[in-house]
C-alpha cells in the first residue's frame, strides 16, 4: 500500500545531506478530472497492479463519473496524471516483471532524498533486515537470497535486537507490502521495488550491480552467457531470440544455452485468469 510515510533504508547522515526542490520545470501541468483522481486514489490504495487490472480501473473510474466520455488512451491518461504528479516527485510507473514478462504500473516515488524512497512506516531495524537481504540479493548470481542466510544476519542488525521468529514476520511483511517476493523460501526484489530503488541500487552497489545487454536496465534475476557473462532478463530472451531455431550470444556469438522463455502473451493469459472464476471474482471485488 502506498501511504504518506516512506521507508528509508539510508543512514542518518544521508538526510542531512540531500534536500531537493522543484524549481525552473517546464512541462505543462496536465488536468485532473474526477475520473483521474478516482483512478489514482484506488491505484494508491493497492501501490502496484497488472496492466489488465489497470485497463479495467480506468474503465470503472469513467464509469462512475463520466460514462458518455470515450476513454482516453491508457498511455495519454497516465501521462496527464504523471504531469501533475510531478511536482511531488511520485509518479505512476510501468515496467514488467522479470521472470515473465508481465506488465504493471506501480505507484512509486522519485525523490532522490533519502528520507522519501520507499513507502512504508517500518522500524530501524526491520529496515537494517531489508538493507541486508537487499545486499544479499545484488550479490547473488541468481537474483534471490534464501531465507536461512538473511535470517543469520539478524544478530548484526541496528537498533532493538532481533529474534528468528521476529525477523521471519518482518519478511512477511515486506512481501505483502511488495517490496520483497518468496519463492520456495528465497527471497528476490518485487517489480515495484525495482522500479522504484533502481537508482539508488545503481549508486550504492555499482560493483555488484548487473545490467540486462539488451534493455540496458537493472537485472536481479534472468539468463548469462556461459562464455562472455551478459546477462539477459528473460522477457528480453524471449523477445531476443523470439522464432530463432539456434540463439545466439549477441555479444560473442556463442551458442545460448538456456531454455527460450515464451513471449509474454496478454490475450493467453487472461483467458487463463478466466478460466478461474472463483479467484477473480475475489479480486474484482478486492480491486475495486
Known sequence: M???KYMHIYSKEDKEQ????MQ???RRTGIMTDVHRRFLQLLMTHGVLEEWDVKRLQKHCY?????????????????????????????????????DGRP???????????ISKMASDFAENELDLFRKALELIIDSETGF????????????????????????????KFVQSRWLTEKEGEFTLH?????????????????AVKM???????????????TCGIRMHSPCVAKYFKSNAEPRCPNCNDYWPHDIPEVFDPDKDREAGLSKSNRKSLRSRQLL
Open 191 to 207: 517489480t515495484r521495488a525495482i522500479l522504484e530503488m533502481e537508482q539508488h541500487i545503481r549508486e550504492t552497489y555499482p560493483d
Open 104 to 114: 504493471i504500473y506501480a505507484l512509486v516515488n522519485l525523490a532522490t532524498t533519502p
Open 24 to 26: 525552473g520545470s517546464t
Open 212 to 226: 540486462c545487454n539488451i534493455c540496458h536496465s537493472l537485472l536481479i534475476q534472468g539468463q548469462s552467457c556461459e
Open 145 to 172: 537470497a534464501s531465507s536461512t542466510n538473511i535470517l543469520n544476519m539478524v544478530d548484526q542488525l541496528k537498533g532493538k535486537k532481533m529474534r528468528k521468529k521476529e525477523a521471519e514476520q518482518v519478511l512477511q
Open 18 to 21: 540531500h534536500s531537493f526542490t
Open 2 to 4: 502506498f501511504t504518506a
Open 63 to 99: 464509469k462512475v463519473h463520466d460514462c458518455n466520455a470515450p476513454v482516453e488512451k491508457l498511455e495519454d491518461f497516465i501521462n496527464n496524471i504523471n504531469s501533475v504528479l510531478e511536482s511531488l516527485y511520485i509518479e505512476i510507473k510501468k515496467g514488467v516483471t522479470e521472470d
